[in-house]
Every structure is written in structure tokens, then in C-alpha cells.
């Protein structure tokens, strides 16, 4: 079967680093996703990852491990409007997303 | 990145009526377009599959007679909750994947109350 797993809650302080871990199993992978959901929005798209590897964007990073089926997001100088869900999606060979249930990141001062 | 807006963004309609929601690629022309409704602390659930100029893929357990979908044209697809029950109550999220489909952008979500 498809599955996606991920920590359900996480607390980090401010100003530190924080790593969110996902590993999954799909039928075919296009890529794996990460996204950020704050309470009573739509997601908004973080990275994208496809071949193995480290991804970085500013203050976010992305890993991809295919054969291991692993994946994590690296948020570093963390602030308080970080505070929010992530999500973890992998991409199967239909092209369609199949979705962790989240991450509830908790900054605290 | 692209836009996509949805709409309305909250409605609250009564038991027994119908309500459309309708997505919009606003800058870029979807072929597929995805329905979602996520409940409160949960994640995403694929509801069906939007397919330009041909009928929606739907996920197992979801009635396609209960949630018709229309995808008329390259930048707008519709979902009409039919004969809405307080057990239709949920955050329904569109969104449209880029060509290549490396990236999905996501409507800003509506969040239907059915008293």
C-alpha cells in the first residue's frame, strides 16, 4: 500500500534549527513535496525533490534519500510565523499526490 | 509562482441545498485540476481528479453523483456539493499542477458549514 509517515508534533525554539523527517512508500515516485500549512489556509509549496540530495532555499532545505524512502526539511534561524504544519507528499506514477498527515511545528520565544 | 483563487471562500448554506465552488488557474491553463477537503488536524484527502473536456476521476468512497465536477475549460473547474448534509462540513482546497507537474499550486480553500 501508500503510506507517508511523519512526526505528528514538533517544538523548536527561536532562532534555532528544526529538521522534519518523512519516510514513504508509493507505487512509482515523481518526486516528493513539502508544504506549509497555517491553521485555516491552503498550503503553500516549500520544495521539490526528485533526484537524491540536498535542496536549499534561504532558510529552508530539502533531503531526498530514493532508495532509502526518506526524506527531510531543514528549517534553520527559526521564527515565530514558522509556527505551522508541514506537510510531506510524495508524487506516485499517476502523477497524483499522496499526502502525509502533517507536522504541527511549535516555535516557542 | 501562479495563482490560483477559488471561490466563495466561506459559504453556509442549510441542509438540503446545493453549493458551487468554483476554481480558477488565473495565469496559466490547467488540464487537471484536483479537488481536496481536509478536516480540522487532518490531512489533505484526494477527492477527485478535474480533467479538462472529459469526466472527473474519482477517489474510492467518494460519490461522484454527491460531488459533481466540471471542468469546462482550461482555467476553470467547478465542484457542486449537491443535497449538502452538516456531514459535508469541511475545508474543500483546489489545485492545479504546473505541466510538468513539479509543483501544484493550491487555491486559497472554502470552508463550507451546512446547518
Known amino acids: 500500500g501508500q503510506n507517508i509517515d511523519q512526526p505528528t508534533e514538533m517544538t523548536a525554539t527561536e532562532g534555532a534549527i528544526v529538521q522534519i523527517n518523512c519516510t514513504y512508500q508509493?507505487?512509482?515516485?515523481?518526486?516528493l513535496f513539502w508544504y506549509q500549512q497555517h491553521a485555516g489556509e491552503a498550503p503553500t509549496f516549500l520544495s521539490y525533490?526528485?533526484l537524491d540530495g540536498l535542496e536549499e532555499k534561504g532558510r529552508f532545505s530539502s533531503f531526498l534519500s530514493r532508495s532509502k524512502g526518506y526524506s527531510y526539511l531543514l528549517l534553520k534561524e527559526l521564527q515565530m510565523k514558522d509556527s505551522a504544519s508541514y506537510l510531506c507528499?510524495?508524487?506516485?506514477?499517476?502523477?497524483?499526490?499522496?499526502w502525509g498527515a502533517g507536522t504541527k511545528l511549535i516555535i516557542k520565544p | 509562482g501562479a495563482v490560483v483563487s477559488q471561490h466563495p471562500s466561506r459559504v453556509i448554506c442549510k441542509s438540503g441545498t446545493s453549493v458551487k465552488i468554483e476554481c480558477r488557474s488565473l495565469?496559466?491553463?490547467?488540464?487537471?485540476m484536483f479537488w481536496y477537503r481536509q478536516f480540522p488536524k487532518k490531512s489533505l484527502m484526494l477527492m477527485a481528479t478535474?480533467?479538462?473536456?472529459?469526466?472527473?476521476?474519482?477517489e474510492q468512497g467518494v460519490e461522484k453523483d454527491k460531488f459533481l465536477i466540471n471542468h469546462a475549460s482550461l482555467t476553470l473547474s467547478t465542484l457542486t456539493v449537491t443535497s449538502a448534509h452538516p456531514e459535508d462540513s469541511s475545508f474543500y482546497i483546489c489545485?492545479?499542477?504546473?505541466?510538468?507537474?513539479?509543483?501544484?499550486?493550491f487555491g486559497p480553500g472554502t470552508r463550507l458549514t451546512v446547518l
Open positions: 489545485s492545479a499542477p504546473t505541466r510538468a507537474y513539479n509543483e501544484q499550486f
Open positions: 495565469d496559466f491553463q490547467a488540464t487537471t
Open positions: 478535474s480533467n479538462e473536456g472529459s469526466k472527473a476521476t474519482y
Open positions: 508509493t507505487s512509482g515516485f515523481n518526486g
Open positions: 525533490n526528485v
Open positions: 507528499a510524495s508524487m506516485d506514477s499517476n502523477y497524483q499526490l499522496i
